[in-house]
């Protein structure tokens, strides 16, 4: 773990964090919680005491519906003025071999953060704070689970790994907006898509609810599924590789190039019809259960002996 990342404060440059548009949320609501409640299923008894103890709770019976909400809130708090806004991904071009040398400055991407809080948490450490007290609160402790839940959930994104010139597919207009009429704003991005309604479309073969989607993606890897663990590089590597195939090359997407962070010039629109996101149903379910599986195991590990202490 760099040094940077053991002091007791998160040190931002706030005006750079402002500057640079940056993708949206990972998977939205519903696919993070689904990754939350299937990594609760699959939690020692241990960790589960411990968890219960970060956040607040007497009860085995309300810890997943708790992991589900901590695992969305780094989404609800002001991304800005907390400093966290690239805490949330890792631009890799798509247009070279994947490496992250050069793209993660100052440790400002998805994959040293997953490091942070889970070192942090191993740990024990005190004095974690952002660059503004973040809205909605969360205990110090609880801010820090909620962190890794989210984080590990969001490298498993793949456009939250991928860079075309294009802020990870947000600046890809749809040709065709795609409306909602379950809360979730009509989609008009090419980023947003595949944060909700790839994950809608999935969810649709198991009833339409994220409890019977966890619960049967749960399933199937007790059933057998392999999930190899790796590292949050290897995370960030599997996910590139997915956005390079699934999504820029299966949609017909080009090249674009800016060095500003801005969109690049001349991004045409793209069709997404119901027939590509069933076809990648089965893409998006694994990813789900991996980041589920994988960040389980993560907390088994941390939680295992001295780590997890629940602190004011």
């Known amino acids: 773990m760099p040094p940077s990342l053991r002091r007791p404060a998160v040190v931002f440059t706030l005006i ?7 993708p949206s949320h990972a998977w939205g609501r519903e696919g993070h919680r689904i990754v939350a409640r299937i990594a609760t299923k699959n939690v020692s008894q241990t960790t589960r005491n411990k968890l219960r103890a970060i956040l607040g709770l007497t009860t085995d019976a309300a810890l997943e519906n708790a992991m589900a ?6 989404d609800r708090i002001d991304r800005g003025t907390t400093g966290t806004a690239k805490w949330h991904f890792i631009n890799v071009p798509i247009s070279t071999p994947f490496s992250i040398a050069g793209h993660c400055a100052n440790h400002d991407c998805v994959i040293d953060r997953i490091d942070e809080m889970r070192n942090r948490l191993q740990t024990n450490q005190n004095g974690f704070a952002l660059l503004a007290p973040p809205d909605p609160p969360r205990a110090m402790t609880s ?9 590990v959930g969001d490298v498993h994104q793949p456009l939250h790994a991928a860079w075309n010139g294009d802020r990870g597919g947000g600046c890809v207009p ?8 379950d809360g979730n704003a009509n989609t008009t991005d090419l980023h947003i898509a595949w944060d909700i309604d790839t994950v809608l479309t999935a969810m649709n073969a198991h009833g339409g609810s994220e409890q019977a989607t966890a619960a049967a993606l749960f399933k199937r890897f007790k059933s057998g ?4 663990q790796g590292t949050p590089v290897d995370w960030a590597r599997e996910s590139h590789g997915i956005a390079r195939s699934a999504i820029y090359q299966k949609l017909g997407i080009p090249a674009y190039k800016t060095t500003s962070g801005d969109c690049a010039t001349g991004i045409k629109p793209v069709l997404i019809t119901s027939s590509y996101l069933e076809s990648n149903v089965a893409i998006v379910e694994q990813r789900l ?3 589920g599986i994988r960040l389980s195991n993560v907390l088994n590990e941390i939680c295992a002996t001295g780590g997890c202490k629940s602190k004011p």
């Not at 750079?16 to 940056?22: D, E, G, W």
């Not at 909400?69 to 780094?74: K, L, N, S, V, Y």
């Not at 599924?225 to 190899?228: F, G, Q, R």
């Open 16 to 22: 750079a964090a402002l500057l640079v548009p940056q």
């Open 69 to 74: 909400t901590a695992a969305i809130w780094p």
């Open 143 to 151: 801010q820090e689970l909620a962190f890794l839940v989210h984080f």
């Open 174 to 181: 749809l040709a065709k907006p795609i409306v909602h009429d």
């Open 225 to 228: 599924a392999v999930v190899s």
């Open 289 to 291: 259960m991996e980041a």
